[in-house]
Structure formats: structure tokens, C-alpha cells
């Protein structure tokens, strides 16, 4: 089995994450979607795994792509922020014009897992600026050889 953390718009504020790892158990990679992704080295050494960060509309001048597609353990994830894709409909045909299994996005800073044709949708929320009453969260995606599934964690 597989386990990666997604988190999204840290904005700078990493610390939230103390809250997560007594549940996280170990895992295999970060992947940040964005709003401080310079925040993925710092959570990825938190987590003792490799990561992967893609920018947001409040990371303007960093080095990291707008998207970003992953093959792991057989499954094909696209990473976005959020912000250059306006709504489900289209997240939905980005992720089938790149061949994915899931898209994983932000910017709304409010968690969401769904499936739609076959592609998962997941939002991790925030990290930091929550926009829901249940507090800051993140997504965690455990896979095995013919599975993958996806969970909100907020912090209790």
C-alpha cells in the first residue's frame, strides 16, 4: 500500500500540520496544490517524504509548474491549483484531456471528494485559512495494486 498527504494553501503557515501526524502514519510523497507551494519542502521534511508542488495565484514568481501529472502505482493523478479552471464541469474535462484517474485541486480552500464519470475530484481545503467550520484540513490517498480512495482529515 501507498499513502500520499495533499495539502493546499498553506500560505506560509506550515505548523497546522502537527495537528495531522499522529494519523498520517507513514507516508510516501507530499503533493502541494498550490498558494505558498515553497511550503511543500518544509511539510515534506515534517512528513520525511519526497514531494511535489505545483503554483497558485499567490505564488507568482515561483519555479513551480500550474499543473502537474503524476503516474503512481499505476494510477494517473493531475495536480492544479484551481484557480485557472472555474468550476467542476471543468475540472472534470481537464482531467479526462490528461488521461486521469483523479484531478486534486484548491484555491477554494473548502475540502470536497467526490467521483464523477469515473475521476475522482478531491480538494484538500486549507491548511491554513479555512473556509469551512470544521477547521483546517488536508487529504490523504491511500492506494494498493487495483484501489485508490480518498479522506479529508480536519484537525481535532
Known sequence: MSRIA?????????ENIRFFLPRLGQ?????HLG??????????????????AVRGN???FSPAPLTYTVE????????LHGHTVSGRLHLLYAAKEANA???????????????AEGVMLLNPGS????????????????????TFSAEILFCD
Open 6 to 14: 495533499v495539502v493546499s494553501d498553506s500560505h506560509g503557515s506550515t
Open 72 to 79: 503512481w502505482h499505476g494510477r494517473r493523478f493531475l495536480l
Open 35 to 52: 498558494d505558498h507551494a515553497e511550503d511543500a519542502e518544509a511539510l515534506a521534511a515534517r512528513l520525511n517524504c519526497g514531494f511535489v
Open 58 to 60: 499567490c505564488d507568482p
Open 101 to 115: 484517474d483523479a484531478v486534486l485541486f484548491g484555491h477554494s480552500h473548502v475540502p470536497s471528494v467526490e467521483t
Open 127 to 146: 491548511l491554513s485559512i479555512p473556509r469551512t467550520v470544521k477547521g483546517p484540513s488536508i487529504a490523504v490517498i491511500d492506494l494498493t495494486e487495483n
Open 27 to 31: 507516508i510516501d510523497a507530499l503533493w
